[in-house]
């Protein structure tokens, strides 16, 4: 069992935790101690247990095995039974999501005491304002309490969320990858505001796979692998190396070797694109940019600031409302996906099994959709399955796909190995264009863990030595800066400016992802 901390009195404790799902076990004989006034950093790799472990602490699950003790509201450390998230947050712990719950017609003060028992049939508006100001002023979490939801940024939405849970009580606040939409400035501010909350006596824990941030934000940091608890160790005395290691059993490089080399030609021209989203609203703004042969642009900015639909637009997804588009010299404009694919194009998608994968369909399938028209694939009306099967197994050597075999169904696969199979196709199908490949890669490394995120790393990079134009967006500015030869920072649908990656620094691109444009 890990021994107690030393140091402030324990919040929250996790003894022996096992859970089991049918064919799956999440999470063995976990012990996991978290006091009051410490921020605990929970890390781990894609299936490590951490989300597993943290739904057990606020009541989605029922562990299997083991229990958990509680130190709230003055009493001292006993066993508890959470049933369900309403038990959770009635004994002090409350968890911000990813993906936040807010209404966006009500106000702040409106969603901060939704659910809330004792507010009354009408409850006093005047006087939940004044109270949720206060928290906001206490707690470093400014926001009008009277101000609309829709009217607010990511960065105020989170603390809205923040403040839901310190309306309730909660003591013990879990924060899920906290940082994940915010800009350097805002993630610094969450920081700070991280900071107040444990200093108030409150126990923090925030799951997050920025190792950056573990070592700046947390007091403490757990490791899970494989389901286990494999180290829980003192932030001072921990490294970025370090905790890659414990995270996926081997050492990690982190600086990329991206070799200083003159670009080609271009190979992708936008002049004032202009589309609107899946609403209808304008979503990108006259946007115009250029990338080369043997370069990354690198595309950065909040999520929902035109990425998306950008990435759409020059793969003929998505039809422009006004600009030009030219590949390769030629106005494409308006011609179908197909027709962009037979130009060169591939597309990294930001959902690998909405959009990337055929999930239920086996990797075969999913190797040869860009290619079961030409030979030696298919010959005629029909599809040769010897030449599937060795296209099949040469992407899943030359990619380290870890797979059972060829015929595993996609989404069996792990995020890092779903993503290194799109990797495969796309790059391939590039290639056999017989043009320079164009590579839009949408938040390639989205979600994966440390292992995962150098191998796509590095294939991204050997493309670019190879000749390719890339377009990579991203909302990690470590990974835009260290990969990128330019970073071009959007801000609603607007192109704020492009910046040379070595002169960039994070402080100047997150104040144009915030909306402040620079020279181009």
């Known amino acids: 069992m890990t021994p107690e901390p030393e140091g402030g009195e324990v919040a929250v404790a996790i003894r022996g935790l096992t859970k089991r799902f049918p064919g799956v076990l999440a999470n063995e004989n976990v012990d996991l101690t978290v006091r009051r006034g410490e921020i605990h950093a ?34 001292p450390l006993h066993q508890v039974d959470i049933h369900s998230p309403r038990d959770a947050i009635r004994l002090g712990i409350g968890m911000v999501y990813q993906h936040f ?28 304002e004044a109270e949720v100001a206060e928290l906001g002023e206490r707690f470093g979490l400014k926001v009008d309490p009277t101000a609309e ?78 389901g286990r608890n494999v180290a829980t160790i003192d932030t001072k005395d921990a ?167 060829s015929a595993t169904p996609a989404r069996n696969l792990s995020g890092g190995n779903q993503q290194k199979a799109i990797l495969a196709r796309e790059i391939d199908a590039g290639a056999k264009s017989g043009l320079t490949p164009l590579i839009v890669a949408a938040y390639p490394t989205r979600g994966l863990d440390v292992g995962a995120i150098e191998a796509v790393r590095e294939a991204l990079l050997a493309e670019r030595l190879r000749g390719a134009a890339i377009i990579l967006i991203s909302e990690d500015l470590d990974e835009l800066l260290v990969l990128s030869d330019r970073v071009m920072v959007l801000h609603s649908g607007e192109n704020m400016g492009v910046v040379d990656a070595v002169q960039a620094t994070k402080e100047r691109v997150g104040l144009m992802m915030a909306g402040e444009s620079v020279t181009q």
């Open 42 to 75: 929970l890390l781990g790799e894609n299936g490590a247990g951490k989300s597993t472990l943290m739904s057990c602490l606020v009541g989605l699950y029922r562990p299997t095995e083991g229990h958990i003790e509680l130190a709230t509201g003055g009493e």
């Open 101 to 128: 719950k807010l209404v966006a017609n009500q106000t702040v003060a409106e969603n901060v005491i939704l659910g809330v028992e004792g507010v009354g049939f009408v409850p006093n508006m005047k006087k939940v």
């Open 149 to 226: 939801i829709w009217q607010l940024s990511v960065g105020l939405l989170q603390r809205v969320e923040i403040l839901k849970l310190l309306y309730r009580g909660a003591e013990i606040l879990i924060l899920d990858e906290p940082t994940a939409v915010l800009t350097p400035q805002e993630s610094a501010e969450l920081g700070v505001t991280l900071r107040h909350l444990a200093n108030d006596g409150r126990a923090v824990i925030f799951i997050s796979h920025k190792l950056d941030e573990v070592l700046a934000f947390s007091d403490r940091v757990t490791v899970l692998r494989a």
């Open 239 to 405: 490294d970025k190396a370090g905790l890659a290691k414990l995270m996926v059993g081997r050492e990690v490089l982190f600086d990329s070797d991206r070799e200083d080399h003159d670009p080609g030609a271009v190979v992708l021209s936008c002049d004032n694109v202009s589309a609107n989203d899946s609403r209808g609203l304008p979503a990108v703004a006259a946007v115009s940019f250029e990338v080369r042969s043997g370069e990354i642009l690198g595309v950065a900015g909040v999520a929902g600031n035109g990425q998306f639909e950008l990435a759409e637009c020059i793969t003929g997804l998505r039809s422009l409302t006004a600009g030009r588009i030219s590949l390769h010299g030629d106005d494409v404009t308006g011609i179908s996906p197909r027709g962009f694919i037979r130009r060169g194009v591939s597309h990294v998608p930001a959902d690998r099994l909405g959009m990337g994968l055929a999930g239920g369909l086996p990797l075969t399938d999913n190797f040869i959709m860009k290619r079961y028209k030409s030979a030696p694939i298919s010959k005629g009306r029909f599809l040769r399955k010897r030449a599937i099967t060795t296209l099949s197994d040469e992407y899943i050597k030359k990619f380290a796909v870890s797979t059972p075999s």
